[in-house]
């Protein structure tokens, strides 16, 4: 037998010392009743049940400057559904009860919100501020008592949030608490960059990604939403020399930097994103007011020894990857494919190094000599070290929106 839908949105609003109102969004299809059940710590749960057809329910006599959970389940027959949750906490009474006001959710997007309140007329010591929607965890930051402006990100698209205020002032805890519901997207769990390009985001910066779709494990990445159509997943940069790029075989497999700085985004993350779809490969250079970039109609790190599947080449830079398709990773303290030659070691960098290099995007940063910097030969040879790069994937399959 089909168990009855469960409410939705389940939240408290209007919490005073002793009060609170829940409010919930109602099953799909008719149910008969809805049971509350509600405690904190301190006492013993209390249950109730209303009508099938309620979305609201006042609670009363609760205790001042206590949290308390509350679960809410519907009932149709004698089949119940599953839980929807929620928490709150009541403010203090009397003299203490001086806590923050008029807490607003303003400049809200489908992933921000910008909070803002007036501070208690008694100084706190500090605020705890809580969020929460329906699904996820309830999430907590200590705010400084100075503060009254609070931004948050990464905030689910097309979703109802409780948000609470709490004023935290030795064991007084007074509270004022809001709701806001979030924007919607076409893509609200973007797997790439291209999918957040079409939800109209064409500002470049970092963006969580859900590679494996809602449930998975998100990623953030860094988007380059401007060069050639927008849409790249860039996992490499330099720019300023202010990474070390001369890093053991570890550190490779993971990742470093920063992903607005410097940085190698990892090569099971690159080899996550490269196969989850057909990609295409761009790698952008500059040195001085120069400016080219080399394409790849294929693009894919292999699992094992993370090998390189490179080719099709066009673009305005030269082909200097194409020399390393098929070859492995190797780093310092790691060679795959043993030669006589560490090529790494001589080379001051990790990649995927042939006999050795006619690219060199790992080397070391504004090195000339030796050929240990920065090189893509076909472009500025091996005797100069180049001054920016930047890897970057998207889909094959991607055809750029227009420009608005």
């Not at 839908?5 to 009060?19: E, F, H, Q, Y």
């Not at 997207?185 to 064409?202: A, F, H, M, S, V």
Request: glycine share 8%.
């Amino acid at each position: 037998m089909t168990l009855p839908d469960p409410p939705t949105d389940l939240r408290a609003i209007n919490v005073t010392d002793s009060t609170a109102l829940l409010l919930w969004r109602p099953a799909l299809a008719a149910v008969n009743k809805y049971f509350i059940v509600y405690g904190s710590e301190r006492e013993s749960q209390k249950r109730l049940t209303v009508s099938g057809n309620a979305a609201e329910q006042q609670l009363s006599s609760l205790k001042e400057s206590t949290t308390y959970t509350v679960t809410i389940t519907s009932l149709l027959g004698s089949q119940k559904s599953s839980t929807a949750t929620t928490s709150f906490t009541t403010t203090a009474s009397g003299r203490d009860a001086d806590g923050p006001r008029d807490l607003l959710a303003t400049n809200v997007t489908p992933r921000t919100a910008v909070l803002s309140w007036k501070p208690p007329s008694k100084p706190a010591q500090r605020y705890l501020l809580t969020y929460q929607t329906q699904g996820q965890e309830i999430k907590e930051v200590i705010v400084d008592a100075a503060v009254t402006q609070y931004n948050l990100t990464r905030l689910h698209p097309g979703s109802l949030y409780s948000v609470q205020l709490i004023a935290i002032r030795g064991q007084h805890r007074p509270s004022i608490s809001t709701t806001f519901t979030t924007g919607i997207l076409k893509y609200p769990y973007p797997t790439d960059c291209t999918q957040e390009l079409l939800n109209g985001i064409r500002t470049s910066g970092e963006v969580e990604i859900f590679p494996q779709g809602k449930l998975g494990t998100p990623m953030v990445v860094y988007c380059d939403m401007e060069t050639d159509g927008g849409g790249w997943m860039v996992f490499q940069r330099r720019k300023d020399g202010s990474e070390d790029f001369f890093r053991g075989w570890k550190d490779y497999v993971k990742g470093f930097g920063n992903l607005n700085g410097e940085f190698w985004f990892g090569l099971e993350k690159i080899h996550n994103l490269s196969t989850m779809a057909k990609m295409i490969l761009r790698v952008d250079l500059r040195d001085g007011g120069e400016s080219v970039f080399a394409k790849y109609s294929t693009f894919e790190v292999a699992k094992k020894y993370y090998r390189l599947k490179v080719g099709g080449y066009s673009g305005t830079a030269g082909d200097s990857l194409s020399y390393h398709n098929n070859q492995v990773f190797s780093t310092k303290d790691r060679n795959p494919a043993p030669s006589i030659t560490s090529c790494a070691m001589s080379y001051r960098g990790g990649w995927w190094y042939m006999n050795c290099h006619e690219a060199n995007l790992n080397g070391l940063y504004g090195i000339d000599v030796k050929h240990q910097g920065i090189i893509w030969t076909s472009w500025k040879g091996k005797d100069h070290s180049i001054q920016f790069t930047e890897m970057k994937m998207r889909p094959a399959d991607f055809r750029p929106p227009p420009k608005k």
